[in-house]
């Protein structure tokens, strides 16, 4: 079935969709749709070439269906790249953008990125807070 017609039925027949308000944006929870926009560019389903970013116990990792597999492989028509926890934000985008170099989807770009660095942000420790300010001058000295 070619993709053109797998997203006229996946359009508005699909249990990943999201509808919060009446006149605003459709969004999209299904797997490889980076922006979770209910649209034909950033469907997982209806394309062929699909890149999925998700966070595992060993780290981020992105997977991307190889361009040559059969339709009939599943699980070995995928290829996946872990970017391990806390290995650095440069690191990090730069994996994620070699996946766009290769010239594997390039109209995904920026939103591979965006996704990647929003999780490698996720897995930051938080600061921790600076000690309370002591009081100086007259509070001082009535405390």
């Given at each position: ?36 926009l ?40 995928k290829?996946?790249?872990v ?49 309370p ?11």
């Amino acid at each position: 079935m070619s993709s053109d017609l797998q997203w006229l039925l996946l359009r508005s027949n699909s249990s990943f969709i999201v509808k919060r308000v009446v006149e605003g944006p459709v969004f999209n929870k299904e797997p490889g749709n980076l922006r979770n926009l209910n649209s034909y560019k950033f469907s997982g389903l209806a394309n062929a070439k699909t890149i999925d970013v998700s966070e595992t116990p060993a780290g981020i990792t992105i997977t991307t269906r190889k361009p040559k597999a059969s339709a009939n492989a599943v699980a070995s028509a995928k290829a996946k790249t872990v970017i391990r926890p806390r290995s650095g934000g440069r690191r990090a985008l730069g994996v994620a953008s070699s996946v766009v170099k290769r010239g594997y989807r390039t109209d995904l770009r920026t939103a591979l990125i965006a996704r990647v660095s929003a999780l490698t942000a996720a897995q930051k420790d938080p600061k921790p807070s600076p000690p309370p300010k002591k009081a100086r001058g007259k509070k001082a000295l009535t405390a």
